[in-house]
């Protein structure tokens, strides 16, 4: 399969080629980016015959059979229906839009076409959560409450990699959408309550940079959600299931008990690497025609669930 990366030259740009190097019989033919000299200077370093400022001209190029978005979110609604209308499978790095309306769009015109369309919610993949979905399901632990961290110190448009970038994210609409997705995920639904409670907006970003969310699913499981972008310490997204059988805390690859002793994770899944493994449910899905795990229909759920978080804030 060949496979265009959209947003290349960015941090999860990046991570995708890598993870998509450790998978048989796959080939980057494209990489799009925003500045041609440095998407042609990574396409030389890697080794990758085309490159491009254009979406459009990767998509219509015959050797590129499916499309990873990894641009800044603000793109991935109009990208994504334009990935659908060349006929494209795409797969939208997370969030798939940064508003419902144009979730339902991506999801609309997914129907339309047929073609197929899957969001990156990685922490459904982790091996870490993996391994607690598969508890769950096997009867063997029942959530009673996740207590989730999401912490950054972005007071500047910066990136995973400490670089400039060129767009604004969003606690809410990005970083929550993870947890929001996850505990839907883990709890077998959508959440029948939810609110959330924000900071002062940053003066020249225009966005909250402090958040805390609360969800309860149908079965009375909870969620605590606490976000900032003003976390001046070891930043990144920490979990705590609190179980009726047990406590886990899942560091994204990575689980250990409440008592920080190591889970074995060795046989939940053929790669450590959680967008590995998401990347290969996508050309799994695209090979044996069936919808991907993450949808873009099965996430739209949690799109639901931020926007009513998001009217909670007024």
């Not at 050797?63 to 990935?83: F, M, S």
């Not at 659908?84 to 999801?107: F, Q, R, T, Y």
């Not at 008990?257 to 053929?270: H, I, K, M, Q, R």
Request: net charge negative.
């Amino acid at each position: 399969m060949r496979i265009c990366v959209a947003g290349a030259y960015g941090a999860f740009g990046k991570k995708h080629l890598e993870a998509l190097s450790a998978i048989d019989e796959i080939e980057v033919t494209s990489v799009m980016g925003p500045t041609k000299e440095k998407i042609d200077a990574l396409a030389a370093e890697q080794g990758i015959g085309h490159a491009t400022t254009d979406l459009g001209e990767s998509l219509a190029r015959d050797d590129v059979d499916a499309v990873i978005l990894a641009t800044p979110t603000q793109l991935h609604a109009e990208q994504a229906i334009q990935c659908m209308e060349a006929g494209k499978p795409v797969l939208i790095e997370i969030p798939m839009a940064d508003s419902l309306a144009d979730s339902e769009a991506i999801c609309a015109k997914q129907k339309e076409t047929g073609v197929l369309a899957m969001a990156g919610q990685v922490r459904r993949f982790n091996p870490s959560h993996q391994w607690i979905n598969n508890k769950i399901q096997a009867g063997e632990l029942k959530i009673q409450q996740m207590d989730v961290q999401t912490y950054f110190f972005r007071r500047e448009n910066k990136n995973a990699k400490g670089e400039p970038r060129s767009w604004t994210d969003h606690l809410l609409w990005h970083h929550a959408c993870h947890t929001v997705d996850l505990f839907q995920y883990q709890t077998g639904g959508q959440v029948k309550e939810a609110f959330g409670l924000q900071g002062p907006k940053h003066p020249e970003l225009g966005i909250a940079m402090d958040m805390a969310i609360g969800m309860k699913a149908a079965d009375g499981a909870i969620c605590t959600l606490s976000l900032s972008f003003n976390n001046d310490g070891p930043f990144g997204t920490f979990f705590r299931y609190i179980c009726d059988n047990g406590t886990y805390i899942a560091r994204y690859d990575d689980l250990v008990d409440g008592y920080e002793n190591p889970v074995d994770l060795s046989d939940v899944a053929v790669s450590n690497n959680g967008i590995e493994l998401i990347d290969r449910e996508f050309v799994s899905a695209i090979k044996e025609g069936r919808e991907p795990n993450s949808s873009v229909h099965d996430v739209l759920s949690a799109m639901q669930t931020l926007d009513r978080i998001e009217k909670s804030f007024d």
